[in-house]
């Protein structure tokens, strides 16, 4: 166990401290929701969902996590499932190395796919909620260190908020027991969120100034709404009143 706290600890220093040195991804995971079977070799009597928020910092090629969140499972083969349902919360520190939700492009243009490939290594601490656990049960919970995989998929729609797809497995050496989660990511690039969670310029923003006040992610101070709105009632006026050379100039109001 010493171990395995040395190594995570060595790991979540070294990405903490290359994304300082390289400029650190920023992502919060809020919420992830996931489908899970606590034990593959039992998943005909344990199974569930889960949902967990969890903060990355993150490079191209790897990320270290803290975070928490809970799952709800029951057994869906007895005869009274509603007294088989058993909530546990959890906290977790994990570090990752391989792709993380990058692409060769390394994520810096929208409308492109993004992928996940990495190996896991945390730890994790199970909080029991049931005043009697049996004793082989019993073992499941407190900490445990874990080592898996996670696989991940998402189209870049923007730079500020996306939803991954993941696929995970986790081996708990001291319990010996395989566990997967299927479900999604929505994520928060926390990097954008410091620059006012702004998407690119839209091309003809001056000429289109709705856009500026429908989008939730381009912000622009109200006094800017204004000038943009005026400037354009400003151009239909001066287009309405515009004369030719023949026209007549006292007709037209004084917009100077």
């Not at 903060?55 to 996590?65: D, E, H, I, L």
């Not at 998402?154 to 993941?166: A, K, L």
């Not at 000038?227 to 400003?234: D, H, I």
């Amino acid at each position: 166990m010493h171990k395995i706290i040395f190594t995570l600890a060595t790991l979540v220093t070294a990405f903490s401290a290359s994304a300082q040195y390289s400029g650190p991804r920023l992502f919060w995971d809020i919420p992830s929701i996931y489908l899970t079977t606590p034990d593959a070799s039992s998943i005909g009597t344990r199974a569930g969902a889960g949902a967990e928020t969890v903060f990355n910092v993150a490079t191209f090629w790897g990320t270290s996590r803290i975070g928490g969140g809970a799952t709800v499972t029951i057994d869906p083969s007895s005869d009274d499932i509603p007294n088989t349902f058993i909530t546990t919360p959890y906290l977790l520190l994990e570090a990752g190395a391989g792709i993380y939700r990058s692409n060769g492009n390394q994520c810096n243009q929208t409308n492109q796919n993004a992928f996940t490939a990495m190996a896991v290594l945390g730890l994790r601490y199970d909080i029991s909620t049931r005043a009697l656990i049996l004793a082989p049960e019993a073992e499941r919970y407190g900490l445990h260190y874990v080592v898996g995989a996670e696989l991940g998929y998402f189209f870049i729609r923007n730079m500020f908020r996306n939803t991954e797809v993941v696929v995970r497995g986790n081996y708990f050496p001291q319990l010996k027991i395989l566990s997967a989660n299927l479900g999604f990511k929505v994520f928060l690039n926390m990097r954008e969120a410091g620059r006012g969670g702004k998407i690119p310029r839209p091309l003809g923003l001056d000429h289109c100034p709705w856009i500026a006040l429908t989008s939730p992610f381009y912000k622009i101070p109200e006094s800017g709404i204004r000038t943009l709105l005026n400037r354009q009632a400003l151009g239909k006026i001066r287009q309405k009143y515009s004369t030719t050379a023949t026209g007549d100039k006292s007709s037209r109001p004084d917009i100077s």
